[in-house]
């Protein structure tokens, strides 16, 4: 008797895999992780290349590490240049042995030359960088100490998780398509006062001489870095803190009488190309106390319509609070008219409002009286009183403080240390600090690199390292796109649906576009009949042709 030959499908996924193995190959990464680790005879893949795929993943979408063996199971692997991988034996202990390894190995000079390779391969240019810091929280206990000094500690939230312990990431890009440079992590409670003058001293060594533009956050507004960096032979731009006596005393002079401004510069506005957005610099010369370093006062159209709405959305959301105040107040602790105007300053301090709202408060005595007991005589009658007071609350704005408020809205003040580089080239490069907060979106939102799911805290800082990669990966990707775009003057690329145009491509919808596409192979007994592969579109073929990759090369 016998029995009919059994035909089997399978079917592996192939998806951006190829865009990312352009990169990694013209970085040069696998040979640089193969260089700073140790191989081992008794792994199936070596520890590189698990890496490789770590990021990999990361880059496209971050999958816990007991998930990853099956992930890797489920790619053909030729796309990413492996030819006959042994992944039968692969396990979530090899990807985390593979992390303790990079934990163990010279990260900072891993770093660097891979910096400098993505920089030489891609021609970036990194005359200006920019830095900035956010958290990362973490759920469950990770106890530990690195060699390094990270521990997750409770800090300032980012994430508006006060009651999670975090870590802080810091991240710098140049302005050449905000390409990630350098990273660093922290203990959860480090102040990002304390950071910057170690991260220029790690980009001097990438960047090779110092005299680039350092462009950060108000944290750098201090005595003690901005001195370091002028006295290193470094520049830096950096917008002032608002406590600062100079940025009050401006504040208080405009209230008072205005100052004249002139036009400066106009743009798009950022995703609404209809929109126009006017910058103006007001005239005079200002200089800081402390280093004498000159400041420059903006007027920001757009800002002084997002600042006047945030006020009013603070103000209603203050008077819904008194409405509610009103209900509690002569009862338990609001009996008093100390208790009641403090806590009702309280939730106007509470909403960056204190000053804009006045409170009358208004007593009230009702008065009682009680005849004596018993039947009336002919005597006088003696009747007692007793007096109940009352309050009520009241509010209304000020009139007068809210307009001068108003006088001081879309105001901001960047500080130069070199007064050389004109007020419009500060105010440009100030704001390329948008891309570094995009950066951190993708950062969050598209690789997840929060919430921290390991229980060893080195791990973690390897795993940091692996993610900084990943947004390595994915900035040259859309750099390069954005690039050949540009010189070849071609249209848009129609990534989202509908068919609808992408003027600035993202590598989040590429790899949604590409996220389909697979290989098919029909075996039969263990022996290969039939291989085949899904058809590529005209969109995909654009994509291929402008990053520089065959079609035919694209399947192996």
Known sequence: MSTAATRKLSRLQVGALPLIRSIIER?????????????????????????????ANLTLAK????????????????ALGYKNPA??????????????????????SLLTRLVVAAIRAFEVHSERIHNDSTSVKACGR?????????????GHSKDHRPDLRQLVYTLSVSDDGAVPIHHHVYPGNRNDETTHIETWDALCQIHGRPDFLYVADCKLCTRKQLGYILEHGGKAITILPHNLVEVRHFYEQMRTSPIAKKLLWRRAKPNYPTLTESFYLFEGSYFTQHGHYPIYWFFSSEKRQRDYQGRQERLESAERALAQLTLKINGRHLKSRKQILRAAKDLLQHYGVDGLIDLP??????????????????????????HHVSYSLHWSRNKVALAAK????????????????????VLQAYKFQARLEKRFAQFKSIHRAAPLLFKRIRRVEANMFAFFIALLIQALLERELRRRLDQRRAPPLKLYPEDRDAPHPTSSQLFKTFDRLSTYAITQDGQLCEQYHDELTDTHRTVLSLLGIEESTFWK
């Open 27 to 55: 970085i040069q990464l696998r040979e640089l992780l193969q260089q700073c680790l140790p191989c081992s005879s008794r792994q199936s893949l070596a520890r590189a290349d698990l890496l490789v795929l770590l990021v």
């Open 63 to 78: 999958d816990p590490l007991y998930e990853l063996a099956d992930w890797v199971r489920s790619l053909d692997l030729r």
């Open 87 to 108: 992944v039968g034996s692969l396990s979530d202990d090899g990807f985390a042995r593979a992390l303790d390894k990079l934990y163990e190995a010279d990260r900072a």
């Open 142 to 154: 990770i106890a530990g100490l690195t060699r390094t000094g990270l521990e997750l500690r409770r």
């Open 361 to 386: 408060l208004q007593t009230h005595v009702h008065v009682i009286r009680h005849r004596p007991r018993g039947r009336p005589s002919l005597q006088k009658v003696l009747y007692r009183y007793e």
């Open 406 to 425: 108003a006088r001081t809205d879309g105001l901001f003040p960047l500080l130069c240390t070199d007064p050389s580089i004109p007020p419009k080239a």
